[in-house]
């Protein structure tokens, strides 16, 4: 349960809410999801490979 404190007239909770900012979910480095990517290719490529070897 949310307990207002506020005076009367103050901002609300969600006007408060509405206030506060938040990084775009796109603002992440590229470079990383790359590089995920990358390691994943990589490790199938390998596990593929090894599976048709044994």
Known sequence: ????T?????PSYISA???QTYPAPFDSD???DY???AIGVAA???AFVYL???
């Open 44 to 46: 199938a490529l390998f």
């Open 35 to 37: 590089a995920l990517i």
């Open 52 to 54: 048709m070897l044994v």
């Open 6 to 10: 506020e005076p009367l007239g103050g």
């Open 17 to 19: 809410m509405k206030r």
């Open 30 to 32: 590229i470079r990383i």
């Open 1 to 4: 349960m949310i307990y207002f």
